[in-house]
């Protein structure tokens, strides 16, 4: 049988992170796509030649050319422009929307039975875009930004409370930007919330709510945290892996619910706009879409995140 086929489309940071991902963890052969000659082919080959010491056998292919990522059974999208410091996600529409139109053009010709997740900022918009101009059904085209939201509160709390990663459950919704909804209610280390532990650490009800405020502030500004700090771009590591897990979930089946830049037609209140809820992801891409109730409190935190993501998806003009 076939080995899945995965094209990432960008060859930056991002993509040589994923393609390098993809090989380590044998989930499929790679096609390496982007614009700059010999950038995707070098990326290939050098992570190629890594395959006798890390003993994996997949295929990596470097190209220019959109007619190599034919038959691609999931397409990421990391082309565009990353942040540089002081600008938002915001900023970085104009361009990368052009970008983003060339891409899909690519995707509907060359790949169009793919699942395609989108990582490309501002992300919210991008996945809109590229809904429109494949014209591929809702599940079939996803965003990557909740699993690294959602990873970057979950290591707040594991190091706050000095617990293992691996027992730390905590999910982000809405939107990818600075209105990005931390549910503190549900967050909870194998089940016990962490607000109750946080108060039994402080022994001070006022300190807990002190501390887990300073928490989903950090995790509101993480991506700004690092752009400011390597000062030439923006997350690479992180992003990569997020998308992975969600690009594994659908070539495994693995029917994770993975927080997901979903298209959602009436649930949490939000009709006809891509938003960050948690999904099924499975061999059908978005199997589910997984409601719950929020309290007045986090419906209101969700609401203001969507308005800044109708803002913005509106000012495309699709
Ligand atoms: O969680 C998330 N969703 C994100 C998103 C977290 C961090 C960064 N996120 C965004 O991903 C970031 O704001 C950017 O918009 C993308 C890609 O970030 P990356 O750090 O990988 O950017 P690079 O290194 O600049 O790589 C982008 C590549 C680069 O090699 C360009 O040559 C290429 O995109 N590029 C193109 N490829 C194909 N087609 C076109 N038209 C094109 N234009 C540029």
């Known amino acids: 049988m076939a080995r899945p086929k995965i094209a990432l489309i960008g060859g930056g940071q991002i993509g040589g992170v994923l393609a390098q991902l993809c090989a380590l963890r044998e989930l499929g052969d790679v096609v390496l796509f982007d614009i700059v000659e010999g950038l995707p082919q070098g990326k290939c080959l050098d992570i190629a030649e890594a395959s006798p010491v890390d003993g994996f056998d997949v295929e990596l292919k470097g190209t220019n050319d959109y007619k190599d990522i034919e038959g691609a059974n999931v397409v990421i999208v990391t082309a565009g422009l990353p942040r540089k410091p002081g600008m938002s996600r915001d900023d970085l529409i104009e361009v990368n929307s052009k970008i983003m139109r060339q891409v899909s053009e690519g995707i509907k010709q060359y790949a169009p039975e ?22 591929f059904p809702y599940n079939r085209v996803i965003g990557q930004a909740g699993v690294l939201d959602s990873a970057r509160f979950a290591s707040f709390i594991a190091w706050e409370l000095g617990v293992s990663v691996k027992d730390v459950t905590a999910m982000t919704l809405g939107g990818h930007g600075d209105d990005m909804v931390p549910l503190v209610r549900y967050a909870s280390v194998n089940g016990i919330p962490v607000m109750e532990l946080l108060e039994r650490k402080y022994k001070d009800k006022a300190k807990a709510k002190e501390v887990m405020e300073a928490m989903v502030k950090r995790t509101r500004g993480a991506g700004g945290e690092v752009v400011a700090l390597l000062k030439t771009g923006s997350a690479f590591y992180s992003p990569a892996s997020s998308a992975m897990a969600m690009a594994e979930s659908i070539i495994r089946d693995q029917k994770r619910v993975l927080p997901t830049c979903a298209f959602l037609q009436g649930e949490f209140g939000v009709n006809g706009y891509y938003v960050g809820v948690p999904c099924v992801l499975g061999a059908e891409g978005i199997e589910q879409i997984i409601e719950f109730e929020l309290d007045a409190e986090e419906q209101a935190m969700m609401d203001k995140s969507v308005a800044a993501v109708k803002g913005l998806v509106d000012s495309l003009q699709l």
């Open 114 to 135: 793919s699942f395609v997740i989108v990582i490309s900022n501002p992300l919210d918009a991008m996945v809109t875009l590229c809904q429109k101009v494949t014209g």
